[in-house]
């Protein structure tokens, strides 16, 4: 079936929308920016179906977080590009100008309203999984909950870091949280493949307890720490073991507890 014909039948059919920039970091990462249409709501840290029109004219959608603040007129995404894959393949040559689909219904756990109350928020992130965190970090709401936000982001290699440090150098001129984040808000990083100044895997620097030691806080704790975890399956299964360990309870958007998980979408 052809958009039209399935917009035709589905009011829920993605809306074509317009490509306003393109920024390529490295071989295997970029981020975009798409217009907005004015009925697009959703929650920092939800993920939208994101696509193109196929070969055969059907569309191919794959799952990405909204990165940009939800105040925003536009759309922001960060994708990594995978060889061959069905729709990233397409989507790392689009140019300004260009259309592409975006779904009409956001939805996904790494919310702020998953999670209960607290003292600190972790945002563990490895590649791709930093773009909830984008919009999170912005979000006035997060720093109303929480006195000490902190996103940590593990790459392969330092170049594959600097959509995060750009976030994070960003906050100061944010028009809603420039004064209440800069003090509160800690950008932690680490290489997994390259000398850096911290290297390790997330699970790792938790474990040795580097991590706390580095930021100068408590380990983790139930009762002060909520964790919002997105990266690989791995990544996830692997954190998700040491937050539970620490006696953190999964959340979800009917049943908010002290932890959320979502995988960082490729393909
Ligand atoms: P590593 O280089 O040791 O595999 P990817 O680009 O493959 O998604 O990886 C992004 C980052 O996530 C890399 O630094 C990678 O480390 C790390 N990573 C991969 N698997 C795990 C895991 N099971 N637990 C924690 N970090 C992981």
Redesign the pocket.
Known sequence: MTLEAVKAVNPNAPTEEEVLSVHHYTA?LFKFRITRPASFRFRSGEFVMIGLPGPKGKPIMRAYSVASPSWDDTLEFFSIKVPGGPLTSMLCDIAPGDRVLLGRKPTGTLVNDALLPGQRLYMFS??TGIAPFASIMRDPETYERFEQVILTH???EMA?LAYGFELAEGLKDDPLVGDIAPGRFHHYT????EAYPTTG???ELISSGKLFTDLGVPPLDAETDRVMIC??M??I???RALVEAAGLEEGSNARPATFVVER?FVG
């Open positions: 295997r490895t590649g593990t790459c392969r594959e680490s290489c997994t493949r895997r997330i699970t990266g690989s791995d990544m299964r692997d954190t960082a």
